[in-house]
């Protein structure tokens, strides 16, 4: 399988911005269903944003009018672009790709009728993070 690979994690202030990228090699394969997820110390997993295989885009309420999540096929290149960046942003964030169906569960997630561990088997690979820290 193909190897997705973040970067761009970085120490920012408050209200600041940032840019995640992820790299996946197998693009076209991995095009189903792609994802962002973070996770901080001592917290449980959350699922940030989606986009399928036809672009559609959907977030977590958490993050929703802050974070955009996007693709550039020619590059094989998933990204979020967040601002707006708040202390409690702070996480190790990672993208990840599945089948179709994972985005349906990740949805359901969304909308608060599906717990994250019932959201997520569906996306079989995950990067291995990349850092954010927001501080003043």
């Known amino acids: 399988q193909g190897q997705l690979q973040e970067s761009g994690g970085a120490s920012v202030q408050p209200g600041g911005s940032l840019r995640l990228s992820c790299v996946v090699s197998?693009?076209?394969?991995?095009?189903?269903?792609m994802a962002w997820f973070r996770q901080a110390p001592g917290k449980e997993r959350e699922g940030l944003a989606s986009i399928d295989q036809d672009g559609d885009t959907r977030y977590a309420n958490s993050v929703k009018g802050r974070f955009t999540i996007s693709e550039d096929s020619a590059n094989h290149t998933l990204y979020l672009q967040m601002s707006s960046l708040r202390p409690d942003d702070t996480a190790m964030y990672y993208c990840a790709a599945g089948t179709s169906g994972a985005c349906i569960t990740i949805q359901r997630y969304y909308a608060g009728r599906l717990d994250l561990e019932d959201a997520t088997p569906k996306f079989g690979r995950w990067g291995q993070g990349t850092q954010v820290t927001v501080s003043s």
């Open positions: 197998d693009y076209t394969a991995s095009r189903y269903c």
